[in-house]
């Protein structure tokens, strides 16, 4: 007489584990599009109509996981172009990693751009302020209020979660802060602002999907542990 109940999903893993690192039971939400470095060369994928293209020369550097997976756009002219554009709604959500410190240019670093609106993701000329700036809405430099220097030399995931009128930056995992100017452009440019000058520094694993998604609900980087 010690029955359970109601039991779905049971699993039992070798090793400990936190509940982010275990896989979900949930399906992945779509991805649009995916960036990745593949025998020294940009991949692009995801289920998004583009046809994507690199300008400038990013250079390929050693990744999060410590294999050749990331970029340097350390160059005024180095981006990825997401053929036309790439349009969401205003439900979408950015994951990727970058790395601190930043490449000092003492200008904006632009992470993502549409073709003709808004930088959805942009670290402003001070070299520390995340947040976004609004061109459509004439509003410019919304501030998340979190200072990016404060982070330790190295890898660092950054998501960011678009719905709702609200717009969430999370940095390795944890809410870091959010603002209502939530941009419904097109994602055009990736790692810098189309017409040059605003190189992001560097990137990995950059992924856009459909839907407001927390990073708990996201394909992790690190392999599943043993099953």
Not at 52 to 61: E, L, M, N, R
Not at 81 to 102: A, E, K, Y
Request: hydrophobic fraction near 30%; glycine fraction near 16%; aromatic fraction near 12%.
């Amino acid at each position: 007489n010690q029955q359970w109940g109601y039991l779905a999903y049971f699993s039992i893993y070798d090793g400990t584990h936190l509940p982010a690192a275990l896989p979900s039971a949930a399906p992945p939400p779509s991805l649009l599009v995916s960036v990745d470095v593949v025998d020294g060369e940009v991949v692009f994928g995801g289920s998004a109509s583009y046809d994507g293209s690199v300008t400038g020369g990013p250079s390929v550097v050693t990744g999060p996981s410590g294999t050749q997976e990331g970029l340097l756009f350390g160059g005024g002219s180095d981006s990825l172009r997401l053929g036309d554009g790439v349009d969401t709604d205003s439900s979408w959500t950015i994951d990727c990693f970058f790395m601190t410190p930043l490449p000092a240019t003492g200008a904006w670093h632009t992470l993502t751009r549409g073709a003709g609106g808004d930088h959805q993701v942009i670290i402003h000329p001070d070299q520390a302020s995340l947040g976004s700036y609004d061109n459509i809405g004439g509003s410019g430099f919304t501030d998340t209020g979190f200072d990016v220097t404060s982070l330790s030399d190295g890898w660092h995931q950054l998501t960011v979660a678009a719905g709702s009128g609200s717009a969430t930056f999370y940095v390795d995992g944890e809410s870091i802060g959010s603002h209502t100017t939530v941009s419904n452009s097109d994602f055009f440019a990736v790692g810098n602002y189309q017409g040059g000058g605003q190189q992001w520094g560097y990137l990995s694993n950059f992924r856009i999907y459909d839907g407001t998604n927390t990073p708990e609900q996201l394909p992790q980087l690190s392999p599943a542990p043993e099953l």
